[in-house]
């Protein structure tokens, strides 16, 4: 009998030993886990920074819009002032063919209003490229938030899994 006291003592210990290195691997998991939930953490509140960089970025984008429709509207009065030039000017040459201020006038209406056009033109283009990629890169910065967020919630999942297991091996001791 005494033996078998022994012997079943002997199988005790090996178990407690087992589980106490088991333990300490759970407990190792866990610290992992930890940090690799607070790098996340960390790196999911630098993407919302980001994101929110980004949609200042658009709404400064829509303003040059606001501005850009501002001088198509210049560009239509200087567009309607010269054609009421133009009328002056054929009333004009009708009457003389001297005025030269009237033709300097149409002339410079005119350039204006070419200047007007290619930089309208040209800040169209460049406000509408900027915008699709802010866009993109907005739309990859949520979807990584939101991979980020389900490795969180996934860590978060295995750390109570391993708190559970933790907490039934410090019962089972």
């Known amino acids: 009998q005494n033996e078998k006291n022994v012997e079943i003592h002997h199988e005790l210990d090996d178990i407690i030993t087992g589980l106490t290195v088991y333990l300490e691997n759970v407990k190792s998991e866990s610290q992992n886990y930890k940090q690799e939930a607070q790098m996340l953490i960390q790196e999911k509140n630098s993407m919302k920074d980001k994101i929110q960089h980004m949609e200042s970025d658009i709404v400064k984008l829509e303003i040059e ?8 509207r210049r560009l239509a009065e200087l567009e309607d002032s010269l054609h009421r030039t133009e009328e002056a000017k054929a009333d004009a040459e ?28 040209e800040n169209q283009i460049k406000m509408e ?14 979807e990584r938030a939101d991979k ?13 899994e391993t708190k559970n297991i933790l907490s039934q091996l410090e019962s089972a001791k």
């Not at 819009?65 to 198509?72: D, F, L, P, R």
């Not at 003389?96 to 056009?117: G, V």
């Open 65 to 72: 819009t606001k501005n850009s429709k501002i001088m198509q």
């Open 94 to 121: 009708l009457r003389s063919s001297k005025n030269q201020e009237l033709q300097n006038r149409l002339d410079r209406a005119e350039n204006e209003a070419k200047q007007l056009k290619q930089i309208i033109k």
């Open 129 to 142: 490229a900027d915008r699709k990629l802010m866009q993109n890169q907005l739309k990859m910065e949520r």
């Open 148 to 160: 980020m967020t389900q490795k969180i919630q996934d860590v978060k999942q295995q750390k109570l």
